[in-house]
């Protein structure tokens, strides 16, 4: 598992993901490209997507699993569903 957190100035931006099959290095690797477009309005009320989480408990110092003050556990599951 690995989790990054981190914030960006208001832009659009150009993600570009690849993942490779170390176990299988004949096989070609998967990409994605998207566009992002990140707004930060300074007024109003926000709401986030929903984060299933396996533990939480208040943050003692920050971590990259540490979000509004707290350490948050995702879930983690290895049950494939699709998109």
Not at 14 to 27: C, F, H, Q, S
Not at 29 to 57: C, H, M, W
Not at 58 to 69: H, I, N, P, Y
């Amino acid at each position: 598992m690995s989790l990054e957190r981190f914030m960006l100035p208001q832009g659009v931006y150009d993600l570009e993901v690849e993942i490779r099959d170390l176990g299988n290095p004949t096989k070609s690797p998967e990409s994605l490209y998207q566009k992002i477009e990140i707004n930060n309005p300074s007024t109003g009320a926000f709401i986030s997507d929903i984060e299933f989480v396996t533990a939480y408990r208040q943050a003692t110092e920050v971590s990259s699993f540490s979000k509004s003050g707290y350490d948050i556990l995702p879930y983690v599951s290895t049950i494939s569903r699709p998109l």
